[in-house]
């Protein structure tokens, strides 16, 4: 059964850090795409970022790239999103994901909200 648990959300203020990550499980995960996805309150699903298998490819949405960095840890079977100088329009459920886009398969999200 394949698990995605992310964990590392909470209340940043404006310009704050934060660092997710997603425990994965029941597949290959060091053979495997894995990207980040969001939602914010009232609007659909929206892809945010994903990696190669190996790491070394990324690729980010405009309006996050520059500000977020997605790495992960083969070893350790965990996927990373670090998030710098968040902004309000960041607020969102943030989502692990088996794939490439936005049907891809997903955990049950860690909520990350930015407000002063």
């Known amino acids: 059964e394949i698990q995605l648990v992310e964990s590392g959300g909470g209340l940043v203020q404006p310009g704050g850090s934060l660092r997710l990550s997603c425990a994965a499980s029941?597949?290959?995960?060091?053979?495997?795409?894995m990207s980040w996805l969001r939602q914010a309150p009232g609007k659909g699903l929206e892809w945010v970022s994903r990696?190669?298998?190996?790491?070394?490819?990324?690729a980010y949405a405009d309006s996050v790239r520059g500000r977020f960095t997605i790495s992960r840890d083969n070893a350790k079977n965990t996927l990373y999103l670090q998030l710098n100088s968040l902004k309000p329009e960041d607020t969102a459920m943030y989502y692990c994901?088996?794939?490439?886009?936005?049907?891809?398969?997903r955990g049950q999200g860690t909520q990350v909200t930015v407000s002063s």
């Open positions: 990696i190669s298998s190996g790491g070394r490819i990324t």
């Open positions: 994901a088996l794939g490439v886009n936005i049907y891809a398969t």
């Open positions: 029941g597949f290959t995960f060091s053979s495997s795409i």
